[in-house]
Structure formats: structure tokens, C-alpha cells
């Protein structure tokens, strides 16, 4: 007799374990991950969250600048799209516009306000932690990834440009995903990977132009090398890469450089109204070069070792203009680095750990190399975009080389990352004497014990091991921690801020409220543009900022913080009149435009008054008044909520509109009044700057002001000044 199978007595089938819900999956994290990891996650996320909002209010508009392109955005689609400075679409921002639109978009949501323009910041500096954290913890420990997040999110910089509504918050988010989604492709070879890395390096371009595209050489490199698919594939998929890149970065780009210029805003920061001019001159190049046309240092750079914008060479990042903002884990970064592709050595081609080295240890090197000896405009907030290698790589590094502690070669590497940030935690601590002294000590002597149970590692038990490196961990981020919540507890406004408390850097012009000058000693670094004027040293008088000395270096006179008289010469060296005031429009001496050159860092302060002037019958206008500069224009943008018109884009110096064209605006009544000071302005090109200089190539911002006050009745509201362009002078 035949037995049928379906007749044989069957094995009771195990029921298939049920799906874990999403929210447990996303709580819970990994089936192999242990239970504390992913909570552990979420409260770095938190805490980091809770660190940035933190007293987020006390800057205001922060960059005012930027912050009136938001109002002008939330307010017109097409001041929106293109970056407008205001509503009558007059000037854009001497940037693209897309690190713009999460601003504009919350604003329109929410209405004016500092939270509604800087939490879309602070939300991007979270991310990026939250990027930096699941980069590490794929191919290290969970312990790996939150030492990498905590160190992005207690960088000093990072803490400051999070914070803050300049373009760079949304660069470095969107770089640290390039970072992750190259990472990805070696892992899988999957071409998704590397076309959404080509998408945010093009939307990284739309952020700050060429900047975004500093890591493209490290990141091709390692796929076309380390990808594991063969190799007519992987340049295939660079190719597709590369055209995902072109196309998310160069549709805006096409468009504005397409659509009539008749019917679009002029493109501040160039000369012809060319947003190819601005990317690949003032934006990009001239960064290199210092060959800068139209800027505050404009048309006479070079590769020299020093200039206007600091001390280029090698050390650059751990000078006293850069090092407090983002350098205290630097040295040890590099030894880790070093370590972790010397334990690598011997995987194979493919090897996604090794590659996460190459990434992220290339990206950084890459970036260092090029900030540290580019000869234009250099700002010390640019430092930012090293944070998430940074971190990474002491992530990535301390995570591997514990897990190989057992080597004696392992923890002397782990022992010797320990001094550097021990070591250079004093170093940089004791720059600031009187700030925390005791920090300093409790740094270095942490760094050392640590290193001292950190040699002995891999015959340590397991609790000394662990409270060695716990030691070595506290020392390392104590400074930087130090440092970051020095930089939340403080207000940081204008153009040029830093981190850390005051005198940590020892570069550029004022950046915070009452014209703090971030340690300006020696004035500023090679003398103002324009050429330096030798019998103008130190002969400034007024309040200069901490840790300055009476302004001294700038050619012609002072740099008071707010209202000093600058005593020089107009001799067409320096700033004629020797004012560079931070906050005022009525310094005295040369004349630059109408009235010197407050107001290109930082605002005018709008009182009451002139507030309530300029709202007057101001929707009958297109624009309720025009100034010299874009920092004075936004403050009364701002303070209104009405578009104001920025004669010669941020420096005064562009050459829109033009007089004949501002002429037609005021004749058809689209202006009601005109704004007197602010900016660099006033035709300094033709003053004894030369083609190139301060004032561009038209002067044109001097001739409007010039016709303005010639022409048109006076109206003085308390301290400020303004002409009536309603309103024909009497006689």
C-alpha cells in the first residue's frame, strides 16, 4: 500500500515571529543592537537639540543681511526663488538661494521672528548629528557613533553656525550626507547611493557654490577605487553621479542665468549681473586667489603668507584666529586617522572600513589644506564644514582601535590621541588666561592619566580600561564643551561671528552686539584693503573691542566699536577718514557714500521714530526707502516688515542700480525715501581704490547719494538722516 505525502502526519509549522511595529523599530533600533544603544541615540539627539535652542532668541535676526532675504522671501515668491534682499526684487544675496528657503518657508508658517528664522538652522545642526552618528555606527559600535555626534554637536562652530542663519549650517548637513551616502555605495555598490551623494553636493552648490564641491576629489576617488562592483561599472555610475550633480545643482543656476535680467533682481556680489561671474570670481576663485573685484578686500590678493584675511600656511587651523573655533580634537583626529588605515591595511579592496576612513579622513584633509592657504576672504565660522569629518573620524578611529586594544600598538595610538587633546586643550585654553584658568590644568592632567591606563589596555581589566578611556573622553571634549556653551550663552550678531568667549579669535571685525570685535589685536591683519598707510597707524580713537588696542593697523585710523572718531587721511589708502564704525551711520571724516562705512558689518539701530516714518503710506511704494549697503537696508527691512532697497548689494559696491536707473524708480514714485550712510560704497573705485576697488567700477552708490542730498528735502529722525524722494528741496 502507497502512502500519498499529504497523508503522512505533518510537523506543526512555527508560527513566524509577528513584525515589530514601526514606532519599536524605531525606538529600539537594531535586533543586534544592545537595548541602551538606540535610547542613547535619541538623547544625544535631544540634548543636542535642547544645546542649540538654548537662549537662541538673545540673537535676534542674527545676520541681518541674510535675515531680511528671508522677510523678502516669506513675502514674494519671487524674491523666494531667486534670494532677493527685499520684496521689490531690487538685489539678491551674493549667494544662491536655496540655504535660503527653509527660513523663508518657516517665516511664511509663522510669522517674523528670530525662532521662526533660526530653528530651521538648529534643526540642520541636529541632523547633521544624526548623519554623523549613523555613518560611524554602521560599520562601528554604537558606542563609536555617539562619540562622533557629541563631538559635531560640542564643536564650538558648529554650536555658533547652528545656530545662525548663514549658509553654511545647510552646507555642512548636506556634505556630511555626501559623506554617507559614498559610504553606502561601497558597502552594496548600488548606484542609488552615489546619485543621491551627486544630489547633495548639488544642492550643497546651491548653498555656497563652489565650497560644496572641496570633497568631489576624495569621494570619486575612493568609489572609483574601493567600489565593489567592476571597474567599467563603477565609472558608469560616477558618470551618474556626476550628471545627478549637474542636474540638482545647475536647474537654478540655468534658470537664473536664462531668464531676461530686465525682469530679474540684479545678482549681488558681481559686477555684471552674471551669477557665473559671482560663482567662479568673487565666490570661487577669488577665495583661492584673493583677486576678489568688488569686495572689502577686492582686487589684490595673493598666495602669500599673510594678508588681509589672516596668516595662510599650514598651521592655519591652529592659529590664534581659527584654533578655539573648531582644532581642539584636530591633532588627535590625525593620529586616529593615521592609525585606523594602518589597522586597515590588510583589508581588501572593497572594505567599507577602510573606505569610511578615506571618506571621511579625505574630506577632511582636503578642506584643512584649501582653508589654510587660500589667499581671499576667509572667515573664521568657514571652519564649520570640518566638524562632521572631524568628528567622524575620532568616532570612527577610537571606536576600531578599541576594539583591537588587546595590540599594544592599539592603545599607545589611543595614548597618544589623549596627550594631543590634552596638550592642545591647554594650549588653547591657556590663550584665554583669565577664562576658566583652572580648565586648563584639569584638561592636561586628565589627558595624561588617561593616556597612561590607555597604554596599558589591552592587560587592563575591563572597568580600569573603561575608566581610562571615560578620562580621556571627559579631558578631550571638557575644553570644547567650555567653549560651546560660551558661545550659546552669548548673542552673536552681524557678519562675521565667532565662538567661544571674547578674545578666542584673534581676526575680523565685530560680530556681536556693542561692536565686540573678537580680540582684534593689531587691527585688522595685513591692513585694511586698498593698501596700507603707514602714517595711520593706531591713530583711531573710540572703543575698541576686547582684547583690540586702540584699532591699530588699520591704514588712516580707528575701528571703534560703535561710535569712535577715526582721525585719517582720504589719500585713496585705508578707509578715507579712518571710520569703520559697527553699528552707526554718522562717522566722521572722509566721505564714502554719505556718511562712511558704518553699517557693513552690522545694521543701524531703527528707533521708534524712523520705524513709524518709513510705514507711512508705505504700501504705496514699491520700495519705503533705499540705502547705501545691504546691512543698514535690512535693519530698517526688518524693523518694518517693508521692502527697503540696498543701493550696491552688502559692500555698497555693486553697480546696481545704476543712477540714471535709480532716477526712473524715484520718478515713477516707487521710492519714498532715501537712506543716509551705511556701506562701503561711495565710488571709492574711482576715489584712489582703482578698477577693483571698494567702490566697484561705477561709483554709483556715491552718485545716487550725491543726487539724493542735492536734490531732495531732509528729514532728520533723531540720529538718522533721510531725503524725501517725494519732496523736491526748497530753492
Not at 20 to 42: C, K, L, M, Q
Request: aromatic share 10%; net charge positive.
Amino acid at each position: 500500500m502507497t502512502t500519498r505525502y499529504d497523508q503522512l502526519p505533518q510537523a506543526a509549522e512555527t508560527p513566524p515571529a509577528p513584525r515589530a511595529s514601526f514606532a519599536h523599530r524605531v525606538w529600539r533600533g537594531r535586533p543586534e543592537d544592545p537595548g541602551w544603544a538606540r535610547p542613547a541615540f535619541w538623547a544625544l539627539l535631544a540634548a543636542t537639540l535642547v544645546l542649540y535652542l538654548y537662549n537662541l532668541s538673545a540673537s535676534g535676526f542674527a545676520n541681518s543681511f541674510y535675515s531680511a532675504a528671508v522677510q523678502a522671501g516669506s513675502t514674494s515668491w519671487k524674491a523666494f526663488f531667486f534670494g532677493s534682499l527685499d520684496g521689490g526684487n531690487a538685489i539678491t544675496v551674493d549667494k544662491p538661494s536655496a540655504f535660503l528657503w527653509p527660513m523663508a518657508l518657516s517665516v511664511r508658517i509663522f510669522g517674523l521672528g528670530s525662532w521662526a528664522v533660526l530653528v530651521p538652522e538648529v534643526l540642520m545642526g541636529v541632523g547633521s548629528v544624526a548623519v554623523v552618528y549613523a555613518a560611524v555606527r554602521r560599520r562601528f559600535s554604537a558606542v563609536a557613533g555617539l562619540v562622533a555626534g557629541a563631538v559635531l554637536a560640542l564643536t564650538p562652530v558648529a554650536a555658533l553656525m547652528f545656530r545662525f542663519n548663514n549658509p553654511d549650517a545647510m552646507l555642512a548637513l548636506l556634505m556630511a550626507l555626501a559623506c554617507y551616502f559614498t559610504v553606502r555605495a561601497v558597502e552594496d555598490g548600488r548606484t542609488r547611493w552615489l546619485v543621491w551623494a551627486g544630489v547633495a553636493i548639488g544642492f550643497a552648490f546651491l548653498a555656497k557654490t563652489l565650497q560644496a564641491f572641496l570633497i568631489l576629489p576624495p569621494l570619486a576617488l575612493v568609489y572609483a577605487v574601493c567600489g565593489p562592483v567592476r571597474l567599467g561599472r563603477r565609472l558608469v555610475q560616477l558618470g551618474l553621479a556626476t550628471l545627478a550633480l549637474v542636474v540638482s545643482g545647475g536647474w537654478w543656476a540655468a534658470v537664473v542665468e536664462l531668464w531676461p535680467a530686465s525682469s530679474r533682481p540684479y545678482i549681488g556680489g558681481s559686477q555684471h549681473n552674471s551669477f557665473l561671474e559671482l560663482t567662479f570670481g568673487y565666490n570661487g576663485l577669488g577665495r583661492i586667489n584673493g583677486d576678489e573685484t568688488g569686495s572689502v578686500g577686492g582686487g589684490g590678493g595673493g598666495m602669500g603668507g599673510g594678508g588681509r584675511w589672516g596668516t595662510t600656511g599650514w598651521d592655519r587651523m591652529f592659529g590664534a584666529e581659527v584654533g578655539g573655533q573648531v582644532s581642539w580634537l584636530l591633532p588627535a583626529a590625525l593620529i586616529l586617522l593615521i592609525a585606523g588605515l594602518w589597522a586597515t591595511r590588510k583589508m581588501g579592496r572593497a572594505s567599507a572600513t577602510r573606505a569610511s576612513f578615506l571618506v571621511w579622513g579625505g574630506s577632511l584633509l582636503i578642506t584643512m589644506v584649501v582653508f589654510s592657504y587660500m589667499a581671499g576672504i576667509f572667515h573664521q565660522y568657514y571652519t564649520v564644514a570640518l566638524a562632521p569629518y572631524l568628528a567622524a573620524v575620532v568616532g570612527m578611529g577610537t571606536g576600531l582601535l578599541w576594539e583591537r586594544r588587546a595590540e599594544t600598538w592599539a592603545g599607545a595610538a589611543l595614548a597618544a590621541a589623549s596627550v594631543a587633546s590634552g596638550a592642545w586643550g591647554y594650549v588653547l585654553l591657556n590663550r584665554i588666561p583669565d577664562h576658566l584658568p583652572w580648565l586648563r590644568w584639569l584638561v592636561l592632567v586628565g589627558g595624561l592619566v588617561a593616556a597612561l591606563g590607555l597604554l596599558f589596555l589591552g592587560r587592563a581589566p575591563r572597568n580600569l580600561a573603561l575608566g581610562a578611556a571615560s578620562v580621556g573622553l571627559v579631558a578631550a571634549l571638557a575644553g570644547p564643551t567650555a567653549y560651546t556653551l560660551s558661545t550659546v550663552n552669548s548673542a552673536h550678531t552681524g557678519s562675521i561671528p565667532t565662538a567661544g568667549p571674547a578674545g578666542a579669535s584673534m581676526m575680523g571685525f565685530g560680530g556681536r552686539p556693542g561692536g565686540r570685535g573678537e580680540g582684534m589685536r593689531g587691527g585688522f591683519p595685513g591692513g585694511m584693503p586698498g593698501g596700507q598707510n603707514p602714517q595711520g597707524q593706531g591713530q583711531g580713537q573710540g572703543q575698541t573691542p576686547p582684547g583690540g588696542a586702540g584699532g591699530q593697523g588699520f591704514p588712516g585710523g580707528g575701528f571703534p566699536g560703535q561710535n569712535g572718531q577715526g582721525q585719517g587721511r582720504q589719500n585713496g589708502q585705508g578707509f578715507p577718514g579712518g571710520n569703520f564704525p559697527g553699528n552707526t551711520r554718522t562717522g566722521e571724516g572722509g566721505r564714502m557714500g554719505a556718511g562712511g562705512a558704518g553699517g557693513l558689518l552690522n545694521g543701524a539701530n531703527v528707533s521708534a521714530q524712523a520705524e513709524k516714518l518709513l510705514k507711512t503710506d508705505a504700501d504705496t511704494y514699491t520700495w519705503v526707502a533705499a540705502s547705501i549697503g545691504s546691512q543698514n537696508a535690512a535693519s530698517y527691512q526688518l524693523a518694518t516688515n517693508k521692502a527697503v532697497m540696498a543701493i550696491g548689494g552688502f559692500n555698497g559696491t555693486d553697480p546696481s542700480p545704476t543712477l540714471a536707473q535709480f532716477k526712473r524708480y524715484v520718478a515713477k514714485g516707487e521710492i519714498h525715501y532715501f537712506i543716509a550712510g551705511g556701506g562701503m560704497g561711495g565710488g571709492m573705485g574711482r576715489a584712489g581704490e582703482g578698477r577693483g576697488g571698494m567702490g566697484g567700477e561705477s561709483g554709483t552708490a556715491s552718485g545716487i547719494s550725491t543726487w539724493a542730498e542735492a536734490n531732495f528735502k531732509k528729514v532728520t529722525v533723531g540720529s538718522a538722516t533721510f531725503y524725501d524722494l517725494t519732496q523736491k528741496k526748497a530753492g
